[in-house]
C-alpha cells in the first residue's frame, strides 16, 4: 500500500531550537495537509496545500511556523524558535482534491515533538 | 466554518456487541463528504468509511455502517461484532466539497470518541 511518510518519528528538542519536520506524500496526490494533535485542542489544521501552492496557512502561527512545498514529494513544516506550547504530535496527510473524489486522505503517523 | 461536534467523549462495549458512535455537524454547504477516522494508540490515522452528501445510501464497509441523516446533520457510526482490535480514538471528520468556498478541501475534525472493548 502506499504510504505518507513522516520524519522524525519523534522529536526532543529544547526551547528555543529549530524544528524542521518532513513529509513525503504519496505520488500523484495533489494536497498535502499538515494538522497538530494535541490533548486539548484535539486536530487542528495548520497550512494546506494545492499542487504545492498554499491554500490555507490561517490556522499556523506566522510568527514562528512555516510550511513550504519545495517539490511535489516533499512538504516541510518548520519551527523557529520552538517553545513548550508546540509539544504535539504533528501529522502530514496527502490525497487528491480533483471534482467529485470519493477518496479520504491518507495520513502519515506523525512526528510526536516534545519542546523542553 | 464548518463544525463537527462528538458529544460522547468515551464508548465502551463488550466484544462481539454493537455500538453507535455519534457525530453532529454544522454547515451551510450542500455538496460535502463525511469520514470516520480510527486512531489506535499507534496514532496512525486509519479511514474507516466515507460518505458522499449527495448519496442516499448509507455508506457500509464490513462491520461498519453509518447512519447519515442530511437533514438533521448527523453521521453516526455503528460498529457491528465489535472486536478488541477495535478499541481506538474514533473521529468524525467533515470535508467540504465546495470549489468555489475558501475551505474546499478542508478536512474538519471532531474532538474524537475513545472507544474501549471489553473482552
Known amino acids: 500500500d502506499a504510504r505518507v511518510t513522516q520524519t522524525p518519528r519523534d522529536k526532543v528538542t529544547e526551547m528555543g531550537q529549530e524544528v524542521t519536520m518532513r513529509c513525503q506524500p504519496i505520488?500523484?496526490?495533489?494536497?498535502v495537509f499538515w494538522y497538530r494533535q494535541t490533548m486539548m485542542q484535539g486536530l487542528e489544521l495548520l497550512a494546506y496545500?494545492?499542487?504545492?501552492?498554499?491554500?490555507?496557512d490561517s490556522g499556523m502561527p506566522k510568527d514562528r511556523f512555516s510550511a513550504e512545498m519545495p517539490d511535489a514529494t516533499l512538504a516541510t513544516l518548520k519551527i523557529q524558535p520552538s517553545e513548550p506550547r508546540d509539544s504535539a504530535v504533528y501529522f502530514c496527510?496527502?490525497?487528491?482534491?480533483?471534482?467529485?473524489?470519493?477518496?479520504?486522505?491518507?495520513f502519515g503517523s506523525g512526528t510526536r515533538l516534545t519542546v523542553v | 466554518a464548518q463544525t463537527v461536534t462528538q458529544s460522547q467523549p468515551e464508548m465502551s462495549v463488550q466484544e462481539a456487541e454493537t455500538v453507535t458512535l455519534s457525530c453532529t455537524y454544522d454547515t451551510s454547504e450542500s455538496d460535502y463528504y463525511l469520514f470516520w477516522y480510527k486512531q489506535p494508540p499507534s496514532r496512525q490515522m486509519i479511514l474507516v468509511i466515507r460518505?458522499?452528501?449527495?448519496?442516499?445510501q448509507n455508506a457500509t464497509e464490513n462491520r461498519f455502517s453509518v447512519n447519515f441523516q442530511k437533514a438533521a446533520k448527523s453521521f453516526s457510526l455503528k460498529i457491528s461484532d465489535s472486536q478488541l482490535g477495535d478499541a481506538a480514538m474514533y473521529f468524525c471528520?467533515?470535508?467540504?466539497?465546495?470549489?468555489?468556498?475558501?475551505?474546499?478541501?478542508?478536512?474538519?475534525f471532531g474532538q474524537g470518541t475513545i472507544l474501549t472493548v471489553h473482552p
Open positions: 496527510a496527502s490525497g487528491i482534491l480533483s471534482g467529485r473524489t470519493i477518496y479520504g486522505y491518507t
Open positions: 460518505q458522499e452528501a449527495y448519496k442516499q
Open positions: 496545500f494545492r499542487n504545492r501552492a498554499p491554500l490555507d
Open positions: 471528520a467533515y470535508r467540504s466539497d465546495n470549489a468555489g468556498g475558501t475551505s474546499y478541501g478542508k478536512l474538519t
Open positions: 505520488l500523484g496526490h495533489n494536497t
